[in-house]
């Protein structure tokens, strides 16, 4: 039997609360390994930096290694959560909840968080 392969577009909700969750998970230890520093722009928007996404904010991302660094905004980070769910992964993330399609983010472990943020600023897997 051959195997057919379909492209699907879905619709998923993600929430300020995933955006907030996910941002923490990557501070917090998902990209402390390549990132040094991360410096919020401007006046903070919540209590802490991993707030500053959702809210239309921005943070720098300093590479620890090289005199780097990187900006990241809503937009950046909304295309890196396209990117992580569009490609093959080990980690599912997604749960239907209400009929929509939402990140269960108890499945966005550090190296989740770590891609999303990998696929917002370089298109790619550049670092782990």
């Given at each position: 039997?051959?195997?057919?392969?379909?492209?699907?577009?879905?619709?998923?909700?993600?929430?300020?609360?995933?955006?907030?969750?996910?941002?923490?998970?990557?501070?917090?230890g998902?990209?402390?390994?390549?990132?040094?520093?991360?410096?919020?722009?401007?006046?903070?928007?919540?209590?802490?930096?991993?707030?500053?996404?959702?809210?239309?904010?921005?943070?720098?991302?300093?590479d620890?290694?090289?005199?780097?660094?990187?900006?990241?905004?809503?937009?950046?980070?909304m295309?890196?959560?396209?990117?992580?769910?569009?490609?093959?992964?080990?980690?599912?993330?997604?749960?239907?909840?209400?009929?929509?399609?939402?990140?269960?983010?108890?499945?966005?472990?550090?190296?989740?968080?770590?891609?999303?943020?990998?696929?917002?600023?370089?298109?790619?897997?550049?670092?782990?």
């Amino acid at each position: 039997m051959d195997t057919v392969v379909l492209k699907l577009e879905l619709e998923m909700v993600a929430t300020q609360e995933d955006i907030d969750d996910i941002m923490a998970g990557a501070l917090e230890g998902g990209i402390n390994y390549w990132c040094g520093e991360d410096e919020v722009v401007g006046n903070y928007l919540g209590e802490y930096a991993s707030e500053q996404i959702s809210r239309g904010g921005q943070l720098i991302l300093h590479d620890i290694e090289e005199n780097e660094t990187y900006t990241l905004d809503r937009e950046k980070f909304m295309k890196g959560l396209k990117m992580y769910l569009e490609k093959p992964h080990p980690y599912d993330i997604l749960e239907e909840i209400d009929n929509k399609l939402r990140i269960d983010t108890c499945n966005a472990d550090d190296t989740v968080c770590d891609m999303i943020i990998q696929y917002a600023l370089f298109d790619d897997i550049v670092f782990g």
